[in-house]
């Protein structure tokens, strides 16, 4: 079965610190590029950070810019999300999908070439 599974949600405090993960199982990133991808209460789906299926290359939603960190570890088939100094309107259900050799540019801007996502997990940033 080809799925992604995401983890390291919770509830922090404002100015706090979380690590997502995205793991595959079923099939390998190494030739897919990785986005992040979070959607509010009564908000549309928005890109956050994707990152290249190399890992050369990321991009970051403005708001998230100098706060946020994606990576990836191909031989662990796993992406990762850094968060620091999260805020409270960093809140949302945040989902990580793929893309088989897809632009990181594309994916995270108009939601192009995904194949996979994940289930989601929760982030709450509240005091």
């Known amino acids: 079965q080809l799925q992604l599974v995401e983890s390291g949600g919770g509830l922090v405090q404002p100015g706090g610190s979380l690590r997502l993960s995205c793991a595959a199982s079923?099939?390998?990133?190494?030739?897919?590029?990785i986005g992040w991808f979070r959607q509010a209460p009564g908000k549309e789906r928005e890109g956050v950070s994707c990152?290249?299926?190399?890992?050369?290359?990321?991009n970051y939603a403005d708001s998230v810019k100098g706060r946020f960190t994606i990576s990836r570890d191909n031989a662990k088939n796993t992406v990762y999300l850094q968060m620091n100094s999260l805020k409270p309107e960093d809140t949302a259900i945040y989902y990580c999908?793929?893309?088989?050799?897809?632009?990181?540019?594309?994916?995270?801007?108009?939601?192009?070439?995904?194949?996979?996502w994940g289930q989601g997990t929760q982030v709450t940033v509240s005091s």
């Open positions: 990152i290249s299926s190399s890992g050369g290359s990321t």
């Open positions: 079923g099939f390998t990133l190494d030739y897919y590029a």
């Open positions: 999908a793929a893309g088989f050799r897809a632009s990181r540019q594309a994916m995270c801007d108009k939601m192009r070439g995904i194949g996979y």
